[in-house]
């Protein structure tokens, strides 16, 4: 695996159907970037209520995404980053991604946590409110990650998973409970019993199943 794109944003205004709206959704690329406890040196986050902190720290997308969403969004510029993706790379296996899985990143670690739950800035990166529905529907959410170990990528450096946890459940199973039409608590037991579900991630299922 490797990492072919770097991308970090700033917060920006802009107003988008009648709303001002801040977001930092807009990425651009860079050669090199500081891997720190809280993201990537020059990323920011414009809503600290629901995006940032340490399980949110580093967002990574499969690039083998793109050629598909080509095909999906014709005559749509995708340029790497356009998913708001901190890391674009190839031969990232998304689904086998586990939580407590930790990758080498250039010199940092960084520990799979949770899948991206679409919201409506992606709708307004796109200037299309329905992107967020398709996005969630295809399942080609990313992975968050948690830094295990700071460090520095580099554009080309090498992803790699260097430990497995010994529980194996999928990152992207945590998206399939929460869209679960169905969804029971037998079903949601492998993931609340795991040792590396974050809290947030616990009180989205809990309330889930509070609503069947």
Request: hydrophobic share 40%; charged share 25%; net charge positive.
């Given at each position: 695996m490797e990492i072919v794109a770097i991308c970090a944003g700033t917060a920006r205004t802009l107003d988008w159907r009648?709303?001002?709206?801040?977001t930092a959704i807009f990425k651009t690329p860079v050669e090199t970037a500081a891997v720190r406890?809280?993201?990537?040196?020059?990323d920011e986050q414009a809503d600290l209520s629901v995006h940032g902190g340490p399980d949110k720290a580093v967002y990574g997308y499969s690039a083998e995404h793109y050629p598909w969403w080509q095909e999906q969004l014709p005559g749509v510029e995708l340029p790497f980053g356009a998913f708001g993706e901190n890391l674009t790379i190839s031969g990232f296996d998304e689904p086998a991604?586990?939580?407590?899985?930790?990758?080498?990143?250039?010199?940092?670690?960084?520990l799979a946590i949770q899948p991206r739950l679409p919201c409506f800035k992606l709708g307004l990166r796109f200037d299309d409110p329905g992107m967020v529905k398709r996005f969630a529907l295809s399942l080609r959410l990313g992975v968050y990650f948690?830094?295990?170990?700071?460090?520095?990528?580099?554009?080309?450096d090498g992803f790699e998973k260097i430990s497995e946890h010994r529980l194996?459940?999928?990152?992207?199973?945590?998206?399939?409970?929460y869209f679960d039409p169905e969804l029971t608590p037998e079903k949601a037991r492998p993931a609340l019993?795991?040792?590396e579900l974050n809290d947030n991630w616990r009180a989205l299922l809990t309330r889930r199943l509070k609503k069947e």
């Open positions: 009648g709303e001002t709206v801040s406890a809280l993201g990537l040196e020059g991604a586990c939580l407590g899985d930790v990758y080498r990143a250039g010199t940092a670690s960084l948690r830094v295990a170990e700071p460090g520095r990528v580099r554009r080309f194996r459940f999928p990152v992207l199973d945590l998206a399939r409970l019993e795991h040792p």
